[in-house]
């Protein structure tokens, strides 16, 4: 019983409703399944990266709806000096209460007035995703992943362009883009900024001005055939075809999931903090640590960001 009533909200016009708690602002190499904008692949560089993309609700194999994205803050620690201390780190912030060690040191750094420390806190960057399922319509860089369902990770723009639907601040329509019945095609388009400091934009990406059915991929005849609808939302016909082409597919989001800091992680973190204020006690440590001499700069850092930059933070995981 729980199942059908599961499914009914998928099949029906605003069943998605209470699915999009990620858009609610809060205070607090190897195929992964992650679908990646890659601007050395485009080759018109005026024209920009361009592929379309349906965003899908969040279905698991045991036929329970989930809410459409993940939210995760995410730290990178990048000492080029000392890449032992380097890596990767969920934030505390993703679960209620959290209180992040990185995120304190970054401030505690910042607010010291020492210009060497100020400069050191660079060394802690933040980006916070979103990560949702999504089907690869038309991809003129990558044309081997059309049809397929893969993860779409994004950042503040792409974020802002889903509310912007939901609110019906464009057409004037209201929509959940994520709804099978009535939602958009998101066309993504993607150009490099200028600059030194170059990252991809993408503003210019946006979704398509009427609402669709589903498209479903038949991987014989290479091309895309919109589920049919009755009074409004999908025919019961192709109910279970659409479930079991929601469900095709090689990677859970789940697994993009924020995770608990291990006590190995903890523990690294302490080195970090240590080896960043100068108060580190390990021999490697001891042996690369930084002096004034090591920063050349015109005069004393005076603010820092606390987060990067909205395109550059679109593209921060591009490594990972």
């Not at 200028?194 to 009427?210: A, T, V």
């Not at 192709?238 to 800091?261: G, I, N, Q, T, W």
């Not at 992680?265 to 080195?271: D, F, L, P, R």
Request: hydrophobic residues 30%; charged residues 30%.
């Amino acid at each position: 019983m729980a199942e059908k009533m599961e499914l009914d909200s998928l099949f029906n016009s605003g069943g998605l409703s209470d699915k999009v708690s990620f858009l609610e602002d809060r205070k607090t190499g190897n195929n992964d399944g992650i679908y990646r904008v890659s601007m050395d692949k485009v080759k018109d560089k005026k024209k920009g990266w361009r592929s379309v993309v349906r965003l899908l609700p969040n279905l698991s194999q045991e036929g329970v709806l989930g809410q459409v994205a993940i939210e995760k803050i995410t730290h990178y620690v990048d000492i080029k000096n000392n890449k032992e201390l380097s890596g990767w780190f969920d934030s505390a912030k993703n679960f209620p209460d959290g209180k992040c060690a990185l995120t304190d040191l970054y401030y505690q750094m910042q607010n010291s007035k020492n210009a060497i420390l100020m400069e050191k806190s660079k060394c802690l960057k933040y980006s916070k995703k979103y990560y949702s399922y999504c089907l690869i319509i038309e991809d003129e860089q990558q044309p081997e992943l059309v049809g397929k369902i893969m993860i779409l990770q994004y950042g503040k723009q792409i974020r802002e362009k889903i509310i912007a639907e939901k609110n019906g601040d464009i057409s004037g329509e209201p929509c959940n883009v994520f709804e099978l019945a009535t939602g958009k095609d998101l066309t993504l388009i993607v150009k490099e900024t200028g600059g030194e400091d170059s990252f991809p934009d993408y503003n210019s990406s946006q979704f398509k001005p009427n609402p669709s059915t589903l498209s479903l991929y038949n991987a014989d005849t290479n091309k895309f055939k919109n589920v049919p609808l009755v009074d409004g939302n999908i025919d019961p016909k192709m109910r279970s075809a659409v479930k079991d082409f929601l469900l095709k597919r090689e990677h859970e989001l789940e697994a993009f999931a924020p995770k608990v800091l291990t006590e190995a992680q903890q523990a690294k973190i302490t080195e970090i903090a240590n080896y960043l204020t100068g108060k580190s006690s390990n021999s490697y440590a001891k042996a690369n640590a930084a002096t004034s001499s090591d920063f050349d700069y015109d005069e004393p850092a005076t603010t820092a960001p606390s987060t990067v930059a909205e395109g550059e933070d679109d593209d921060f995981f591009k490594d990972f």
